[in-house]
């Protein structure tokens, strides 16, 4: 069997990234790393949850490779009388094997649905569940209907409410059912010969990154990628345009004051810094406080109030500065139970003599008016905090830029730019999403670790926070160094 649901969906974003995946299955783009792993975890339990839905149902419960297994038992399945539920109902096709997330008898013959632990139905569902209806269709079932379930966007835990909801995708599907067979046989021919020619695009980001990009785009600083704010859909119409690096744009076109600011420090090769930066700074008040979090999020909510995928928050550092004296303060929570009241009075307590308090982007006040509505008797105290909130990143955005921004202000990208001697690279934890998922499996699943590595991974978590915030105070501090200079800086 040459295709499957994820080569077929991979091959129809792009035929290079279906060739890489078949022929270099080793290859370390493919190899999950531990946020993928969460997200296959996170699939798992939604599909799980679908099937408590569908009561009197049958699993194909086979190892993963026992194809001929799953379709044996798929077809001893369908022999019921009365007709039941299948779970992963297998069958192959034209060589396309597919296993099918929920295989519901109708009164016209059978229902498709295809799980996902989405908010919401997204186009890219559409070829996924059209690849099911046509190899099930040459296998002689009457499928007469196809739907998407997924989680509700609405839904907060512990409900009322439904978490999982269905939609009808049929007219949709059907619509797309005539690209199936020719697409099927081009990706055969593709997979059969050598490694196919394909331009970079929009397809290289949608409807997900690929993880083969960086073999196919340049590397080159003046990449029109490397535009500030430009996003996969601007760059794709740049590129479509003949507009391939920065330096291609028209300076004769209007483009904003950042773009020109980018520019600017590209073309004199510099950090460019504007008089403004002598009056933002002035807002900054000490004692002065420096906050970040870390959160959570499952697809299934685990505590009150949550949606699918909503973040809670599970840990915050502290730094503070008056003087030249700082101060921090680390917390994380510990166990299943929910942690956010406590968060929530240890971070007031701890930022209660501050005048104003640094954040680096608006996440964290958003958070903290999550915390406003689930703990209302804290909600005046974390309002005070929220009056003393001056976030960094639109001062950075408006007043400097150092070439080696790459047209990003995510505080890694500009953090060694701006701050040589600082990288998060000595740090066992570097991204924002692995420490989500560490998090995850120390509160949830705490049992599995060793006591050793849980304490180690703990000391991690609270050194990657501690970084954050040491981060914008050591930013604030060059931020200080180059106010009241010229745009030569």
Request: with cysteine; proline share 7%; charged share 30%.
């Amino acid at each position: 069997m040459t295709l499957s649901k994820s080569r077929f969906t991979a091959g129809w974003q792009c035929e290079k990234l279906l060739w890489w995946k078949v022929h270099e299955p080793e290859a370390v783009e493919l190899q999950p790393d531990l946020v993928l792993d969460d997200l296959f975890d996170q699939g798992r339990a939604v599909g799980e949850l679908a099937r408590t839905l569908f009561p009197g149902g049958i699993l194909i419960d086979l190892p993963y490779k026992d194809y001929q297994g799953k379709i044996a038992a798929t077809k001893k399945a369908l022999e019921a009388n009365p007709p039941v539920p299948i779970f992963e109902a297998s069958f192959e096709a034209g060589g396309v094997f597919c296993a099918v997330d929920v295989l519901l008898p109708n009164d016209t013959g059978w229902t498709v649905i295809e799980c996902k632990a989405t908010t919401k139905l997204k186009d890219e569902h559409f070829p996924d569940a059209a690849l099911q209806v046509w190899v099930l269709r040459q296998c002689g079932l009457a499928i007469t209907r196809a739907e998407l379930m997924h989680l509700n966007k609405e839904y907060r835990h512990p409900g009322p409410g439904d978490l999982l909801i269905r939609e009808d995708i049929t007219e949709e599907v059907e619509r797309f059912l005539p690209q199936v067979g020719p697409l099927v046989e081009h990706l055969k021919q593709v997979l059969a010969g050598p490694l196919p020619d394909k331009a970079i695009g929009l397809h290289c980001d949608e409807p997900r990154e690929c993880p083969f990009k960086d073999r196919c785009w340049p590397t080159d600083p003046d990449h029109i990628s490397n535009l500030y704010n430009v996003g996969p859909k601007r760059c794709a119409k740049y590129m479509e345009a003949g507009i391939h690096l920065i330096t291609d744009l028209d300076p004769k076109k209007k483009i904003g004051f950042i773009e020109q600011r980018q520019l600017k420090a590209m073309r004199e090769n510099r950090l460019v810094v504007e008089p403004t930066l002598t009056t933002e700074l002035e807002q900054l008040e000490q004692p002065l406080g420096y906050l970040d979090f870390e959160t959570v999020a499952r697809a299934i909510p685990p505590w009150d109030a949550l949606g699918p995928w909503g973040a809670a928050v599970a840990q915050f550092s502290y730094h503070e500065e008056s003087g030249d004296d700082h101060t921090h303060v680390g917390w994380l929570a510990e166990g299943p139970k929910d942690p956010r009241r406590e968060l929530a009075e240890r971070m007031l307590a701890a930022t209660a003599g501050a005048k104003k308090v640094v954040t680096y982007s608006a996440y964290e006040k958003s958070r903290i008016e999550d915390l406003q509505e689930l703990l209302p008797d804290l909600a005046e105290p974390l309002q005070e905090l929220l009056d003393k909130f001056v976030d960094l990143l639109p001062v950075v955005r408006n007043t400097v830029y150092h070439p080696d921004f790459r047209g990003s202000f995510s505080l890694k990208y500009i953090l060694t730019p701006m701050v040589p001697d600082l990288s998060y690279n000595d740090l066992v934890i570097v991204d924002g999403r692995v420490a989500s998922v560490k998090i995850a499996r120390l509160l949830f699943v705490a049992e599995k670790i060793p006591p050793a590595e849980r304490e180690r991974v703990r000391h991690d978590l609270l050194e990657y926070c501690k970084r954050d915030t040491w981060a914008t105070v050591r930013l604030v501090a060059r931020l200080r160094e180059l106010a009241g200079g010229s745009s030569k800086a």
